[in-house]
């Protein structure tokens, strides 16, 4: 019975890691597109960059 | 972490009551699986990033999030959205110019803050007190 809810707390902390670790890739994946695009034109906030953020 | 381990290991080599020894030191074992499946992993903070560095940066991202909001302030309706794409902005200039992101920064002024906070109030009045004459001389 131990064991086995020890094994289970395991699983749980994988689950836990491999979600932050897939928030933490998607956040910079987010951030890689948004640096790729042109963000203002002089000084007006361009519709490319306005719309990525919707 | 291998320091610990090694501790860990030696401890447990050396005692005959291995059930209560576990126990003992189960929150450090869980502590470092915590760590070996990445959860304890944080964004390395450069060298360079001192708390007053942080401070500065701070500061200047918020005075360009400031501009570019009043630069387009009577463009777009929705200004919640454009406080956030204002931020966006001023964060990824800053990121393009110095290399550190806004996480950085936040990550060493909190824990500047934490290492304050966990000073006894003597030490921070005396701080305070170098750092207020040391301000005077070189002003001086």
């Known amino acids: 019975m131990g064991r086995l809810s020890k094994k289970n707390h395991l699983e749980l902390l994988l689950q836990k890691a491999n979600s932050i670790s897939g928030i933490r890739k998607m956040n910079m994946q987010f951030k890689e597109e948004r640096r790729a695009i042109k963000p203002l034109e002089g000084y007006l906030i361009t519709e490319t960059y306005w719309k990525l953020s919707e | ?140």
């Open chain 2, 1 to 140: 972490m291998d320091y610990k381990r090694a501790q860990n290991l030696q401890q447990l080599s050396q005692s005959s009551d291995l059930p209560t020894l576990i126990e003992n030191i189960r929150t450090e074992v869980d502590y470092d699986i915590h760590n070996l499946v990445g959860l304890g992993k944080r964004m390395p903070i450069p060298q360079e990033l001192t708390n007053e560095r942080a401070h500065h940066l701070k500061k200047a991202i918020y005075d360009r999030v400031v501009e570019i909001y009043g630069d387009n302030n009577e463009e777009r309706l929705d200004n919640e959205k454009l406080l956030k794409v204002a931020t966006c902005i001023a964060e990824d200039e800053f990121f393009a110019e110095t290399k550190i992101e806004s996480e950085q920064i936040e990550r060493v002024i909190f824990d500047a803050q934490e290492i304050t906070k966990s000073l006894p109030r003597s030490m921070i009045n005396s701080a305070s007190v170098i750092s207020v004459q040391s301000g005077a001389q070189s002003g001086a």
